[in-house]
C-alpha cells in the first residue's frame, strides 16, 4: 500500500509537472499571441496613418492643382487682355504718328503756301505804288509815253510782265476805260490771218470792230491789234494796224492768291 501510495505520488507529481509545463506553454503561446497581435495593430496603426497623410496628401494635392490651374487660366486671359490692349495702343500709336506726319506735312504746304502769299503780297504792293492798278488776279500798267510793238513788249518785259492778253469780257471792259489807243498782246506776225497772244495762245475771242481787221495798207502791213479807246458804248474796238505805230501799251502781270 505504502508502494501504491508512492507511485499515485510519482504520477500526480509528473501529472502536475506536465500541468505546469503546459501552462508555461500556454502562457508563452499566449504572450506571443498578444505579442504578434499588439505588432499587427501597431502596423495597421501605421498603414492608417500613412494611408491617412497620402490621403491628405492626394486631397491637398489636387486642391492645389485645381487652384494653381485656375491661377494660370486667369493669368493667361490677363496676359491675353494686355497684349490685346499693348496690340491696339501700337495701332493707335502707328494712326497718331501717320497723322502726326501728314498734319506736318500740311503745315509745311500751308507754310510755304503762307511764304508765297506774303511773297505775292509784297510784290502787289510794289506794283500798286509803282502805279500799277488791280483787277481779277492780275496788275496793269499803263504807259505814260507811246512807243512801236515790240519796243512796248520789251518794256513791259522789263517789269517782269508782257503786254496785256484779254481773256474775258470783264478785262476788255477794265482795259476800255483806260480813254486811250494801248497796245495789246495780239499779232499775226508770224502767219498773216492767224492771230497769237503774246504767249502764243490762238486767239479764241476776239473783240474787233466793224471791218476789222482790215490789213489797211497792204499784205503784211498791219499786224498788231491795239484797243480804240475812243469808240463809245461798244466792247468791239479792237483794231490792227503796223507794228511800228506809236501807241500807249498796257503791261499785265498776273497776281495768283
Known sequence: MGQNRKAHSNVT???????EE?????????????????????????????????LRL????KLDTHDFRSQCTALIKE??????????????????????????????????????????????????????S??????YFISAGRKSWSDSRQDCRERGADLVIINSREEQEYLRRFGVDIWIGLTDGDVEGDWRWVDNGPLITGYWAN????????PENENCAAINSFILNDMNIWFDTECHSALNWVCERRIRF
Do not use: M
Open 13 to 19: 507529481q509528473a501529472q502536475q509537472t506536465e500541468i
Open 22 to 54: 503546459l501552462t508555461v506553454d500556454s502562457q508563452h503561446k499566449v504572450y506571443r499571441f498578444y505579442r504578434h497581435a499588439a505588432v499587427c495593430f501597431g502596423v495597421l496603426c501605421v498603414l492608417q496613418a500613412i494611408l491617412n497623410v497620402s
Open 211 to 218: 471791218g476789222e481787221p482790215n490789213n489797211g495798207f497792204g
Open 58 to 61: 492626394l486631397y491637398y494635392s
Open 134 to 139: 488791280y483787277f481779277n488776279a492780275s496788275v
Open 79 to 132: 496676359r491675353d487682355g494686355l497684349q490685346a490692349g499693348y496690340s491696339a495702343l501700337s495701332e493707335d500709336k502707328d494712326l497718331l504718328q501717320t497723322s502726326q506726319d501728314s498734319l506736318s506735312k500740311n503745315l509745311y504746304g500751308l507754310q510755304q503756301e503762307c511764304d508765297e502769299l506774303q511773297k505775292r503780297l509784297y510784290k502787289l504792293e510794289q506794283a500798286l505804288e509803282q502805279g500799277w
